[in-house]
């Protein structure tokens, strides 16, 4: 779709500002996914957690844990990557 939109500088500015922080907060969440990845291997690894793994991935809608071998991955489930 091509088409042109007016708007003032005012808010040019403002939605420029919240592009930004919405990629800085992009970035802080997949940091966020990655410490808590580590916590959780290092979790599995010191007690038997799967039964809470399962419990937790039967009530969640929106992501998932994944053991790939003593590994935790954080999988969102609209999301695959």
Known sequence: MKGTVTIS?????????????ATKLIGNNKIAAKELQVFLTFICTRADVEPFIKEFNNQSTTSK?????????????????
């Open 65 to 81: 844990i994944i053991m790939d071998g003593n590994r935790a991955r954080i999988e969102l489930k609209n999301d695959k990557n």
């Open 9 to 21: 500088l005012e808010d040019y500015e403002s939605l420029k500002a919240a592009e930004d922080k």
